[in-house]
């Protein structure tokens, strides 16, 4: 399976974002997968490969692994981390969604709702959303901002680019403590969205899916698509690069995510912890304290 990853994600990897465009990646896009039942195999044969290097993770404690999802309404985060961690043992992993910030949260700096809740070392952290919000809705909403408490000077022409250079610093200490870190944006179109919208309308349990706040957040789809290209840009890097996956065919956007969970993971080359002699003799010892009991 390593192997065959980086023909899947090389065209959505961004490393350095100086020159990315996000209108120059097809939401529609299906890349070099021939065929929805080949990209449904490989999604099969990553989600195993992941069962088996989990354990490895998990029993080696010193790598972390923080998987990152940000994306329009109905873009199918949900779905994607549903699918392509469904091998995962719920032991080794954390999930966390972050909605609007709690008061306790705006009495705090933007990145310490996050940060509290990093993976711990052998385990994989999954942000269902995250700080990057606070550089996307907080962005398109700017009356956000005012609500976060900050002094009224240190809010500036600079502040974005300012929290783009936070960001960047934060994952950079993170990765040199071995959180390996990988981000997501799933790129829908302003048209698949509007189909799944109307989709969760005509199934009664999906209903519950859908809110007002969804149509209003579409109102300014334009500056979302504005915001996400300037996050991407700025914040893209080799130790933490952004994946814009195609979001308008599920079974692609899986397969694409699966495929760059892998390569992050098969990077690590990680292997069992060896057992040495003190140990290996205090395992004789049991053994054979077991082998005598009747």
């Not at 465009?21 to 990209?39: M, N, Q, V, W, Y």
């Not at 705090?108 to 700080?131: A, Q, T």
């Not at 606070?134 to 900050?150: D, G, M, S």
Request: proline share 3%; glycine share 4%; with cysteine.
């Amino acid at each position: 399976m390593p192997q065959i990853t980086e023909n899947l994600i090389r065209d959505y990897r961004i490393t350095d974002g100086k020159k990315f465009r996000l209108k120059d990646i097809d939401p529609g896009d299906t890349g070099k997968a021939r065929s929805k039942k080949e990209a449904r195999h490989l999604l099969q044969r990553g989600i195993e490969w992941l069962a088996e290097e989990q354990e490895k993770l998990y029993a080696t404690d010193s790598w972390s692994l923080l998987l990152i999802f940000q994306a329009m309404d109905a873009a199918g985060k949900d779905g994607t981390i549903k699918h392509v961690m469904s091998g995962i043992n719920p032991q080794g992993c954390q999930v966390h969604s972050f909605k609007a910030p709690t008061s306790d949260d705006l009495d705090h700096d933007f990145l310490w709702r996050c940060s509290k809740v990093m993976p711990e070392r052998g385990r994989i952290g999954i942000f269902n959303r995250s700080y990057y919000e606070e550089v996307l809705v907080v962005r398109v909403h700017p009356e956000f901002l005012l609500k976060q408490k900050l002094p009224s000077r240190l809010i500036g022409k600079k502040i974005w680019d300012q929290r783009f250079e936070d960001i960047r610093n934060f994952e950079e200490y993170q990765s040199r403590q071995g959180t390996v870190i990988r981000k997501f944006f799933l790129h829908v179109s302003r048209e698949e969205q509007q189909r799944r919208f109307l989709a969760r309308l005509e199934q009664k349990e999906k209903n519950w899916k859908f809110s007002m706040s969804d149509i209003a957040e579409r109102a300014h789809w334009d500056k979302y698509q504005d915001a996400y290209e300037e996050m991407i840009r700025h914040t893209a890097t080799t130790h933490a690069p952004w994946f814009v996956v195609p979001a308008d065919n599920k079974w692609f956007t899986r397969t694409v995510v699966a495929a760059a969970i892998v390569d992050a993971v098969h990077s690590l080359k990680l292997e069992f912890p060896t057992v040495d002699k003190t140990k290996r003799k205090e395992l004789e010892a049991i053994e054979a304290a077991l082998k005598k009991e009747k």
